[in-house]
């Protein structure tokens, strides 16, 4: 049974940071590509991050680069997207997200919400 499961998530004021986690299972971990997306309310899921299967390079939004980094851990099954210098706009749900198109893949955790106030 496939499972992502994100934790982390929390009310913070602006400037501070937040690591969020995402372990995963039910599939082999190393050969997806992994995602991190957020949704603000009244707003379309927006793609925030993503690093690639092995090798590790990654690409960001440009709304959070500077600020949020991708890594992986393919010998727990976990990403991880830590988020500095948060900003209010970044309140939102953030979704894990593992893709294979190869596969046929496309695996979704249940999201963690995150607020940035004051």
């Known amino acids: 049974q496939v499972q992502l499961v994100e934790s982390g998530g929390g009310l913070v004021q602006p400037g501070e940071s937040l690591r969020l986690s995402c372990a995963a299972s039910?599939?082999?971990?190393?050969?997806?590509?992994m995602n991190w997306h957020r949704q603000a309310p009244g707003k379309e899921r927006e793609l925030v991050a993503t690093?690639?299967?092995?090798?590790?390079?990654?690409n960001y939004a440009d709304s959070v680069k500077g600020r949020f980094t991708i890594s992986r851990d393919n010998r727990k099954n976990t990403v991880y997207l830590q988020m500095n210098s948060l900003k209010p706009e970044d309140t939102a749900v953030y979704y894990c997200n593992a893709r294979n198109t190869d596969l046929g893949g496309d695996y979704w955790g249940r999201g963690t919400q995150v607020t940035v106030s004051s």
């Open positions: 690093i690639a299967s092995l090798s590790g390079s990654s």
């Open positions: 039910g599939f082999t971990f190393s050969y997806y590509v």
